[in-house]
């Protein structure tokens, strides 16, 4: 009788051993391919990979070697010990990096993060304060502000006004709602400056 535990179900399930095996034979793979095919298996072309018959190719640093054929390019990768990099495979001709592979992939990846922190969703927060917040409060909230600024948010600060005190001096009044700016130790802009609002008086800041 077969084990039914090392081999597929006849319906087509995978036991948990075969999957097991399987994602463990994955884990392997950048470890036991060349770099050439790894690059491929990532859609980055380079060296020996690489169809183009022709090549604008440039440095590292910027150096311009102009248009070469795939061997010249390879050969000149080889003599500066370092990779032929596809960076921009639809252009005409196609242009290629020489540089270290790694330091490529190094890069790259920063400036997909980079791009995703620009995409992330912008929140507008808000501390309210009134004239009378006392310091300790005052130092909770710019805390708080520390961490969406961080975070990458916006922040509106109202000084919530009651009664008389939205007729009190509008110096005053704007002096009181910037005492909770100096307490903030992040570095920060003032989008918006102060003024009325229906809670009393707001002002906009954010990451600068």
Known sequence: MRNARNTPSSYGVFSFDFTLNLIRNCATLRSQVSLTTY?????????KAIRAESL??????GENFGVLSLTDALAKAEELGLDL?????TAVPPVAKIMEYGKFQYAENK?????KAKTRNVETKAIQITIG??????????K???????????????LFLRGRAKYMDQKFLKERLERIL????????V????????????LVIEKA
Request: include cysteine; proline fraction near 3%; charge should be positive.
């Open 39 to 47: 690059c491929v298996l990532q859609r980055t072309r380079i060296n």
């Open 191 to 202: 989008v918006e400056e102060a003024k009325k609002s229906p809670k009393g008086l707001s």
């Open 85 to 89: 990099i596809e960076i921009s495979p």
């Open 182 to 189: 100096k307490l903030i130790s992040s570095d920060f802009k």
């Open 56 to 61: 604008r190719v440039i440095g590292e640093n």
């Open 111 to 115: 400036k997909r993060k980079e791009a």
């Open 144 to 158: 708080k502000a520390v961490e969406w600024l961080t975070e990458g948010h916006r922040i509106k600060v109202d």
């Open 133 to 142: 917040t006392g310091d300790h409060d005052l130092d909770l909230k710019a």
